[in-house]
């Protein structure tokens, strides 16, 4: 009865890690084990060795957000990419993906980027609607790409080697991000005619203008597969980078501003890291309880084919990834998906990959994926209106995540190498 | 002497929410200066001190914690919003109410297990760091569920208030920002 009260609330807006504690000391009562295990379960969370890189990955992502790189960032693309058909729309998709890689799918790109994009597309002739499709799909694209937080916080859920998944979210990334480029590139209107052609001096100046940001995913990825440095380590360094780069060097950031970012930033992570400590309470009272096996057991006895499952799997993450962000749905579906997974014999790299490519397609789903609506917020549109502007994108976007899950080749192959 | 009241507590919030997020910028700087000089004394001097690790490991915990803490007074936590698409506009108090309240008994539940949680380190204490006893290090689990707590409480007692139109204690306390 308590219990179902605790689910009604959940669904009205109570803080998800109220509920799930609610749910996790409700349950080990019932039991009769002290409700003090709970927060045992939850300072075991600190043993995880890749928690540090969270809050470091989070602070340089939000004070990159608050600086001016995005603006940087498209200076530049533009300056290099303009010169092919459709190139702006080409050049929106790129920036979006590398900003969101950074900055993590929280909606953070389509205001920091939207804003900039979403006009100079209309005045360079795209239609409105295609405009607002392609800016509210950005806004989850680079997804998978390293050092995204989604990646790390799978790794740290399943206890999958994170340099590893950066490695396999790779070559998925470029599959959506080119699919997404060669149907923009069909719909410009101007093709060739409005495209530019910068001159040296001008590119010269815009990479000299982005000189210190462009080595940060050199940084990150050269640090972590030259051997210099583990993940949680890397994190640390982009972090020290990026404060010194913005504040010191760029000046976006005054010092005064400083202290409002790091807690802002500080927010975020605290909410992430109360989820997942109250969820690992309530996963090893479910794992105690077996009921994972109980789920695959029943699942089994339906589905005997990996590749059903898959596809099921697919269904299922979508619908659940138009209902949640990303960190709810990690937290709360994946522990109970990876043992079943297992059973099924699915690559554990694998699965993340195809967990959140779903989850990064859910964020654009109708009739609540929350792309929709914070597009609709920031360029006052209805949301119904979002619904067809992203059709065609979504359609795409399915079929990549056809071709990453029966081709598990694809985000297997730089792991292997 | 509601007026009273409210400043006193309007003062209070503030200080303590000044402090914390003091804390949680020397934290915050303190982690990554020494996961950097960890990297540093271990590439190139082949050194580094043994107690950098665990001391990192309870900083996250006490950042996240003291976030968490701050996200209640913003009302920025991760939740399934179902209700704002859906409910009426007469129906949302009464449900964001209802959060409340329940918020305020589970975090108060989660404060008692944090306490038996910490009393039971004392007893059969862990590994010290820099000579302070694990129950120490441990603290900010009652600290910050406590806080947690009691904005949840000043979150409850403001939207009734507002219900009874009365005077809201404070404009910017939790759910203040959109």
């Not at chain 1, 680079?142 to 995204?148: C, K, Q, R």
């Not at chain 1, 010194?244 to 605290?270: H, N, Q």
Request: aromatic share 10%.
């Amino acid at each position: 009865m308590l219990k179902l009260i605790t689910l009604i609330l959940a669904l009205l807006g109570t803080p998800l890690f109220i509920i799930i504690s609610a749910l996790a000391l409700l349950s080990f009562h019932s039991v009769d084990i002290d409700i003090s295990v709970v927060i045992i379960e939850m300072s075991r969370l600190a043993e995880t060795p890749m928690l540090l890189s969270l809050p470091l990955f989070i602070f340089a992502g939000t004070l990159l957000a608050e600086s001016n790189t995005p603006k940087r960032l498209l200076n530049l693309s533009h300056l290099l990419l303009g010169w092919m058909p459709g190139g702006l729309a080409v050049v929106s998709l790129v920036v979006c993906a590398v900003f969101t890689a950074f900055t993590g799918a929280s909606g953070v790109t389509i205001f920091a980027l939207g804003g900039l994009l979403f006009p100079a597309l209309i005045k360079d002739h795209y239609s409105e609607r295609f405009s607002l499709g392609l800016i509210t799909t950005s806004g989850s694209l680079g997804l998978l790409f390293p050092p995204s937080l989604p990646l790390i916080l799978y790794g740290v859920i399943s206890g999958t080697r994170i340099d590893h998944l950066f490695l396999a979210g790779i070559l998925p990334g470029i599959l959506m991000l080119v699919l997404l480029i060669v149907y923009s590139m069909t719909r410009s209107r101007t093709g060739r005619k409005n495209s530019i052609r910068s001159s040296r001096a001008d590119i010269l100046a815009g990479l000299k203008e982005s000189a210190w940001e462009l080595p940060l995913p050199v940084i990150v990825l050269g640090g972590i597969y030259g051997g210099i440095f583990v993940v949680g380590e890397a994190a640390a360094v982009t972090a020290l980078y990026v404060l010194v780069v913005e504040v010191l060097i760029y000046r976006d950031i005054s010092w005064r501003e400083l202290p409002a970012i790091m807690t802002k930033s500080m927010m975020l992570f605290g909410g992430i890291l109360v989820v997942l400590a109250a969820s690992m309470a309530t996963t090893n009272f479910l794992v105690d309880q077996e009921v994972p096996m109980r789920l695959f057991d029943l699942i089994r006895a339906h589905i005997t084919s990996k590749y059903t499952f898959l596809l099921l799997l697919n269904l299922f993450l979508l619908i659940v990834g138009s209902m949640l962000d990303i960190f709810s749905a990690l937290v709360l579906i994946l522990p109970l998906i990876i043992p079943i997974a297992e059973g099924y014999d699915v690559n554990m790299i694998h699965l993340g990959i195809i967990f959140l490519t779903n989850l990064q397609i859910g964020y654009c789903t109708p009739p609540v994926g929350l792309n929709l609506f914070l597009a609709s917020y920031r360029f006052d549109r209805q949301v119904v209106e979002l619904y067809r502007a992203t059709l065609p994108f979504l359609a795409l976007l399915l079929v990549a995540l056809l071709i990453i899950t029966y081709f598990p080749a694809l985000s297997l192959f730089l792991v292997n190498l | 002497m509601i007026r009273q009241y409210t400043r006193i507590v309007h003062i209070i919030s503030h200080a303590v929410a000044w402090l914390e997020e003091g804390l949680l910028c020397l934290l915050l700087l303190a982690m990554i200066l020494l996961s950097c000089w960890q990297i540093i004394s271990r590439d190139f001097f082949s050194g580094g001190y043994v107690w950098i690790d665990p001391l990192l490991r309870y900083q996250v915990l006490w950042v996240g914690l003291l976030g968490a803490s701050l996200a209640t007074r913003k009302g920025k936590h991760i939740a399934i919003d179902l209700a704002s698409y859906m409910a009426t506009e007469r129906a949302k108090p009464w449900i964001k109410l209802a959060g409340d309240i329940f918020s305020t008994l589970v975090a108060a539940v989660l404060t008692v297990a944090a306490i038996i949680f910490v009393r039971n380190e004392v007893q059969f204490s862990g590994d010290p760091l820099l000579a302070i006893p694990s129950w120490a290090w441990n603290m900010i689990f009652p600290l910050a569920f406590g806080m947690i707590c009691i904005r949840f409480l000043h979150a409850t007692l403001t939207g009734l208030a507002a219900m009874f139109r009365a005077k809201p204690t404070s404009s910017d306390e939790y759910g203040g920002t959109p």
